[in-house]
């Protein structure tokens, strides 16, 4: 079974500053998406980014973008002129193309500072 | 409209009873799924439903028992309520041909069992 290993349960950043997200994953499939969500204190899950496996450019939406390195099983995420709103837990996710289930890391506490 | 409805959202029992959790999607989606999220905010995986049809099923004790009268709802029973019963439960719903897609998710239901 594929697992996804999110290794910083929590992370601080200052207002306007970038802050990176790590997340690894172990699969010994090729095709396969990753996801990252946000959860705010609201509980709800918010897509932030998305990216295909057999795409080697690394997606970007707005001022989030992602660093996608296939060999290394690495998908980490890159916020950046963080704003208050973006305090929340992350949580990156691994969906493989066979099936339907979505299989999350443990989360990270992002925090950001005024 | 709410894409991914879940009820209710609060949910306070006492240990050993019974109690149910419905989910309804108006997607059109065919496969819905329940997560639990602990306190830890751990996003575990318990079933997963095509079309009816169970599809995934993690190790979760026997006294949860899912049930999908139709593909645009899955219900969640659990039997004889346990403390470590507590927590989140997120109902979610995607279309089993498109793993590109995210899970479009519920608001959850916070269940606490005293």
Same mark, same amino acid.
């Given at each position: 079974?594929?697992?996804?290993?999110?290794?910083?349960?929590?992370?601080?950043?200052?207002?306007?500053?970038?802050?990176?997200?790590?997340?690894?994953?172990d699969?010994?499939?090729?095709?396969?998406?990753?996801?990252?969500?946000?959860?705010?204190?609201?509980?709800?899950?918010?897509?932030?980014?998305? #990216? /295909?496996?057999?795409?080697?450019?690394?997606?970007? /939406?707005?001022?989030?973008?992602?660093?996608? #390195?296939?060999a290394?099983?690495?998908?980490?995420l890159?916020?950046?002129?963080?704003?208050?709103?973006?305090a929340?837990?992350?949580?990156?996710?691994?969906?493989?193309?066979k099936?339907?289930?979505?299989?999350?890391?443990?989360?990270?506490?992002?925090?950001?500072?005024? | 409209?709410?894409?991914v409805? #879940?009820?209710?959202?609060?949910?306070?029992?006492?240990?050993?009873?019974?109690?149910?959790i419905?989910? /309804? #999607?108006?997607?059109?989606?065919?496969?819905?799924?329940?997560?639990?999220q602990?306190?830890?905010?751990?996003?575990?995986?318990?079933?997963?439903?095509?079309?009816?049809?169970?599809?995934?099923?993690?190790t979760?004790?026997?006294?949860?028992?899912?049930?999908?009268?139709?593909?645009?709802?899955?219900?969640?029973?659990?039997?004889?309520? /346990?403390?470590?019963?507590?927590?989140?439960?997120?109902?979610?719903?995607?279309?089993?041909?498109?793993?590109?897609?995210?899970?479009?998710?519920?608001?959850?239901?916070?269940?606490?069992?005293?």
């Amino acid at each position: 079974a594929q697992t996804v290993t999110q290794s910083q349960p929590e992370m601080s950043v200052q207002e306007a500053e970038t802050v990176t997200l790590s997340c690894t994953y172990d699969t010994s499939e090729s095709d396969y998406y990753l996801f990252w969500y946000k959860q705010p204190p609201s509980r709800q899950m918010i897509l932030v980014i998305r #990216q /295909e496996a057999y795409k080697q450019q690394n997606a970007t /939406e707005n001022r989030f973008s992602v660093n996608f #390195q296939k060999a290394a099983k690495s998908f980490s995420l890159k916020i950046s002129d963080s704003q208050l709103g973006d305090a929340a837990m992350y949580f990156c996710a691994y969906r493989s193309a066979k099936n339907n289930d979505m299989r999350f890391g443990a989360g990270t506490r992002l925090t950001v500072k005024p | 409209d709410t894409a991914v409805s #879940q009820t209710p959202k609060y949910l306070v029992t006492q240990m050993g009873n019974d109690k149910s959790i419905k989910c /309804e #999607q108006n997607l059109g989606h065919d496969t819905m799924y329940w997560y639990k999220q602990d306190s830890k905010k751990f996003l575990k995986i318990m079933f997963s439903y095509n079309n009816k049809e169970l599809i995934i099923n993690e190790t979760v004790p026997n006294r949860f028992s899912p049930k999908s009268p139709d593909k645009a709802h899955l219900n969640l029973h659990i039997n004889s309520l /346990e403390l470590g019963d507590s927590a989140v439960y997120f109902c979610a719903s995607s279309l089993r041909g498109a793993p590109g897609e995210k899970l479009f998710f519920g608001s959850g239901t916070q269940l606490s069992v005293l």
